[in-house]
């Protein structure tokens, strides 16, 4: 990348600072400062593409610190104001965890504009008090605000402008990291408020409802409903922003994901307990991580010596945009999809995106692809709004009632997370200058004229309705609010009017959402909503006659309801009732030409345990499986109707390659539904008889099968069980074995590539392990390539036998790292094989220090008491104050970075990468030239002193007594996803999870010193410092 130009006065200045010279105290740094721009003067400092102009709506004393801001039907702003960020209390605050001396300061903030000028001239606070508050939404005449921890209802019932209702209505959101917090409410179509979750998670307690059950959530958003005052976990999980479009599609952002679409709905990915965890979110944006930003402001001196430390390893490994001081995304915020009629018709539905460290705002032009969308710039290397101040610092935008987008500016000299600076630059930087400080910008187009608001209060609903198809996005969503809040049916008759006659495609959408808000949705209605003109409104309409279906369909004891011989062959004997009119009304539409209400239409008819579902279904998809949210809205459905689409697409194509694909996810679900137990074995019996059928004809199935099988067995073998172990018939057993054997002379072939070979093993899991033994011991032997005997060993991972343990411990002195950490976890995890484990540290076959401290960790935690004792024995730990005193002198030692290669290669590439070695489990290691010698001995050796949350240590217990270790990187409601110390990632269906706990702790384990000397340990220093 080119040197950013306006770095270079910047990076003269850093000649000024002191420098860390070996053996000396550094001298405190020293930044020059910028004086804040005067708000009459501010708006020269920008440059702003297509002739818009940043107009000033308010500044202070009238506003500090906006991060949010929404209006009500009288079209007043309220505004929450940070003043909390991102602490109160400097001297206390303490990286990683939360910190309790930080003062609840933030408020909402009143704006009224009395002259009709479209500029607030009145203030007050709304309200105060309050500890982080990101965001309201409008209810009942007040506004529902997140305020980390809680959640809060205020209402001003005597009009001077101050709430003097205040209720707490939920509490439990983590205060943790101040970037990640819970964040902007806004209403969803379907008369819900949704709720970015951010990062931090928590346990939300409902103090309206005492008695309900918490809502934990870790890496997933909220959704509301305001009149039943009940909340739940719903996808998302990102961080500072949440918008969505005209048409109900939700976007969120991370700090350098610029626009992620939230793609599904969590309650389909939760109708199946067997389905692996799938993220919702896609990331939108062209240039993922690496989006180029061109700001026209000089980067702060301390900016450029942070990038200029990590910028030190030649081979460039850390994410670009940590390396220089300007030029790449790294605080992308405030993501708002504009929605008003004030501009071009080109603007709507484009997305604005803050960057707040590049004093700037930038806009992605939004297209559909497939069922989602990709974001791509259209402004060149120019940004749309640029500011020469860098005090001007963009955080969020709101679609305003004058038609307009308007702009949260935070106005603080320097805006960045604590945890991110080094100590001496943090010590040397005042984060809270500029708290006194904020505007509000109206983004203006050419041309535009000021216009005079029109309250929405005092509108009647026959009014309210003709509002739905308002050009202006507020009108039409205020106007959509207060028919849900009035529930009032007399507008009933008017909305279905407008249901069916409306030019305007988005008042039929309001209107048929309305309509389901006031309970008044019907079969009629259904049935001319589904076969609306546009493809967004029946897309909706599908949505909702679900529900409708699903409501006549009789209850059934569970998804597994059909019987398997319906299922897999479809043939008669069908007693169930006939279909609902609204069924075959939806399977009339599987032809749709758009693909996204083929979607809608899979996930719909995939919630009905009727055969009368399985055909349109398969039809709804088969074209599309391509596709990965097609094959999800497939593979969601429950167990009986995914095995029932599956048989018929196999028959309809069965050697594509979409279908192999398909096959292998889906033999991941019924081997996780069969790890559950022998509720579904009859229905998995049809189901092997139908694919060994099939195997028979080989020209018509390539791989299709086996993709099938290497699922399936995959799946059963992270749950601890072999498909030959369970309860199938003989001849498919027999058939099964067959198939292992054919491919065990592939599996041992040197000459093969190795993914061919690879496949071939995961099929030798379904051998006994009497005939996989001697195959085992062949590919486990010195002369394989390491992905060889990592398959081998994930194939012997899950067996039951005794022998496995002790074939492990017999290669042990062959193994190189990654096989032998890959080992070692295999053996730690299973309490049979543990015991030969300590045995042979006990008897000296195994020493000490080749056990990783991830395995330590694993063996110390073991439910067997009498092993767990034994391990205490061989792994006593000292006290960290005592271990990191017995390490200084490594702080004076001079080591050989030579050497020091060879210990990382020894200890920390099982989880650390450094200069293209190891494994990205942990945080990559070229993060430690940032790190002065005193920090860095301390992080290896008390890992645990700081603990970020992406790499928290979890200790899952299954119901079969295993104990796994690793990080959280994925859940859903039906499953999880960890990745362990070896690498390895798998998926846990929650049926199987007997405890789930976070330690607390790293996933780094203490204990590294039984691996090293003090000798040892500074050449593992000298080696990580190397540029």
């Known amino acids: 990348m080119k040197p950013h130009p306006l770095l270079l006065p910047f990076a003269a200045s850093l000649l000024c600072v002191p420098l860390f010279i070996s053996g000396q105290t550094p001298a405190p740094l020293a930044f020059p400062t910028v004086p804040a721009t005067p708000p009459e003067k501010a708006a020269s400092t920008f440059d702003v593409l297509d002739g818009f102009t940043m107009d000033l709506v308010a500044a202070e004393p009238l506003v500090t610190d906006p991060v949010a801001i929404t209006y009500d039907e009288y079209g007043r702003a309220f505004v929450c104001e940070m003043n909390d960020y991102p602490y109160t209390d400097k001297a206390k605050h303490k990286p990683s965890q939360e910190n309790s001396t930080d003062l609840p300061i933030g408020k909402v903030r009143l704006l009224t504009d009395t002259e009709g000028d479209g500029v607030y001239d009145r203030s007050t606070i709304f309200a105060h008090d309050l500890s982080w508050p990101t965001g309201a939404a409008c209810w009942k005449g007040g506004i529902i605000v997140v305020a980390t921890p809680d959640i809060w209802y205020l209402k001003d019932t005597d009009n001077d402008g101050v709430a003097d209702v205040r209720q707490k209505l939920f509490t439990g959101l983590k205060k943790l990291n101040v970037q990640a917090v819970a964040n902007n409410p806004i209403w969803g179509l379907d008369n819900k408020i949704y709720i970015a979750g951010g990062t931090n998670g928590g346990t939300v307690q409902n103090l309206i409802h005492p008695d309900e059950k918490p809502v934990t959530i870790r890496r997933s958003d909220l959704r509301l409903d305001p009149v039943t005052m009940k909340i739940e976990a719903t996808d998302g999980g990102a961080r500072f922003g949440n918008t969505r479009d005209d048409w109900g599609n939700r976007f969120l952002c991370n700090i350098r994901n610029p626009c992620q679409h939230v793609v599904l709905d969590s309650r389909y990915l939760s109708r199946n307990p067997y389905l692996p965890a799938v993220n919702p979110l896609h990331d939108s944006a062209e240039f993922g991580d690496q989006l180029p930003v061109h700001r026209i402001s000089p980067p702060e001196a301390w900016r450029v010596l942070r990038a200029d430390r ?13 390396l220089v001081g300007a030029g790449v995304v790294t605080s992308s915020a405030g993501i708002t999809i504009y929605r008003g009629d004030a501009y071009p018709e080109g603007y709507r539905g484009m997305a604005f995106v803050a960057d707040v460290a590049g004093n700037l705002f930038y806009r992605l032009k939004l297209t559909p692809d497939g069922v989602t969308f990709k974001a791509t710039r259209v402004d060149g290397d120019k940004e749309f709004c640029a500011s020469r101040d860098i005090w001007f610092r963009p955080v969020n935008f709101a679609n305003a009632p004058d038609g307009c987008l308007h702009v949260c500016d935070m106005y603080r000299e320097a805006i960045e997370h604590p945890w991110s600076l080094p100590d001496d630059i943090h010590a040397a930087i005042d984060l809270i200058k500029g708290i006194d400080k904020g505007r509000i910008w109206r983004l203006t187009p050419k041309g535009y004229k000021v216009r005079k608001i029109e309250p929405l209060a005092d509108k009647s609903s026959a009014e309210l309705v003709k509002l739905l198809a308002h050009p202006n996005a507020w009108h039409r969503d205020t106007a959509h609010r207060l028919l849900f809040e009035r529930q009032d049916t007399a507008a009933v008759a008017e909305l279905r009017t407008t249901l069916r006659e409306s030019t305007s495609a988005l008042a039929r959408l309001h209107a048929l959402w309305s309509l389901d808000g006031l309970w008044k949705f019907t079969d009629t209605d259904a049935v001319a909503a589904v076969h609306d003109a546009d493809a967004h409104v029946r897309e909706h309409a599908t949505l909702l006659t679900e529900g409708l279906i699903s409501a006549q369909l009789p209850s059934t004891p569970g998804a597994h309801s059909l019987a398997p011989e319906i299922v897999i062959t479809a043939t008669s004997g069908n007693s169930q009732s006939p279909a609902p009119a609204l069924l075959r009304e939806l399977a009339s539409m599987t032809s749709d030409p758009d693909i996204r209400v083929r979607r809608q239409l899979a996930l719909s008819l995939g919630s009905f345990t009727h055969t009368a579902a399985i055909k349109p279904l398969v039809t709804a998809v088969k074209n599309d499986l391509r596709d990965p949210w097609m094959r999800t809205a497939l593979l969601s459905a429950p167990v009986d109707i995914l095995a029932g689409s599956t048989a018929t697409l196999l028959r309809d194509l069965p050697g594509s390659p979409e279908m192999e694909t398909l096959m292998r996810d889906a033999g991941q679900v019924f081997g996780k539904c069969l790890s559950g137990g022998t509720t579904y074995m009859h229905l998995m019996n049809q189901g ?56 065990t002379d592939i599996a041992l072939n040197a000459s093969l590539p190795m993914e061919e070979r690879t496949r071939a093993i995961n099929l030798l899991a379904l051998l006994e392990f009497a005939s996989l033994r001697e195959i085992a011991v062949k590919l486990l032997g010195p002369h394989e390539p390491d992905g060889i005997r990592l398959a081998a060993i994930q194939v012997l991972r899950p067996r039951r036998d005794d022998g496995v343990g002790t074939l492990l411990l017999e290669a042990w002195s062959t193994l190189t790292p990654a096989p032998r950490e890959a080992a070692l976890q295999a053996l730690a995890g299973k309490k049979e094989w543990l015991d030969g484990l300590l045995g042979a540290i006990e008897a000296g076959r195994i020493k000490p220090a080749e056990i990783s401290a991830a395995a330590r960790a694993l063996m110390l935690r073991t439910t067997d008491s009498t092993l767990k004792t034994r391990a205490e024995k061989l792994f006593s730990t000292s006290s960290r104050s005592e271990v990191l005193a017995k390490y200084q002198p490594a702080l004076s030692t001079l080591g050989d970075a030579t050497r020091g290669k060879l210990v990382f290669t020894t200890v920390c590439a099982v989880c650390h990468r450094f200069k293209d070695e190891g494994r990205d489990v942990g945080p990559n290691l070229a993060t430690t030239l940032a790190w002065t010698p005193e920090q860095l001995l301390t992080n290896i050796l008390d890992p645990n002193r700081e603990v970020s949350p992406n790499f928290a240590q979890y200790v ?18 039906s499953s999880i996803t960890m990745k362990g110390a070896d690498a390895v990632e798998q998926s846990i269906a929650r049926p199987q999870i007997k405890t789930l706990k976070s330690t607390g702790l790293s996933l780094m384990p203490e204990g590294l010193e039984a691996a090293l000397t003090v000798e040892q340990l500074a050449d593992l220093m000298a080696y990580l410092r190397t540029k």
């Open 310 to 322: 990590w910028s030190n390893d030649p081979t460039n490994h850390m994410p670009r945009s940590e």
């Open 956 to 973: 899952v217990e299954l119901q079969d007594s295993r104990i796994l270790i690793g990080m959280l990187t994925g859940e859903s409601e």
């Open 688 to 743: 092997l008889f139908f694919l060994s059928a099939l195997e028979s004809q080989r020209d018509r199935v390539p791989r299709t099968v086996e993709s099938g099988l290497e699922g399936l067995q995959a799946s059963l073998g992270q749950a601890n069980k072999s498909l030959m172990t369970s309860a199938i018939k003989p001849e498919t057993k027999a058939w099964l074995t067959s198939v292992a054997k054919a491919k």
